[in-house]
């Protein structure tokens, strides 16, 4: 059974960090491309940052300088490092996980972990 578990969220002041993790189970995680998506109230969910199968990342120009994505294979699990927070990060964060198999996609998901940027 595939598993994705957000943690680490909650709520920060502006400037300040948090680091989320996403433990993975049930599938074969080094072939997977892990992302991590937010969706902000009344916005459209949004994909912040990507980490291939291969070690190349990739992160939307937003976030870019700010927020790495790292994975730990051994532990099968992914990290989103966040700094320098500001109130537009504010969102629910969810973990997911693609892969092409045959022509089909293979797509998981978390349930989701709130951050909040608040003073």
């Known amino acids: 059974q595939v598993q994705l578990v957000e943690s680490g969220g909650g709520l920060v002041q502006p400037g300040g960090s948090l680091t989320l993790s996403c433990a993975a189970s049930g599938f074969t995680f080094n072939v997977y491309n892990m992302n991590w998506f937010r969706q902000a109230p009344g916005k459209e969910r949004e994909l912040v940052a990507t980490?291939?199968?291969?070690?190349?990342?990739n992160y939307a120009d937003s976030v870019k300088g700010r927020f790495t994505i790292s994975r730990d294979k051994a532990k099968t699990t992914v990290y989103l490092q966040m700094n320098s927070l500001s109130t537009e990060d504010t969102a629910v964060y969810y973990c997911?996980?693609?892969?092409?198999?045959?022509?089909?996609?293979?797509?998981?998901w978390g349930q989701g972990t709130q951050v909040t940027v608040s003073s």
């Open positions: 997911n996980a693609r892969h092409w198999l045959n022509g089909r996609l293979l797509d998981y």
């Open positions: 980490s291939l199968s291969s070690g190349i990342t």
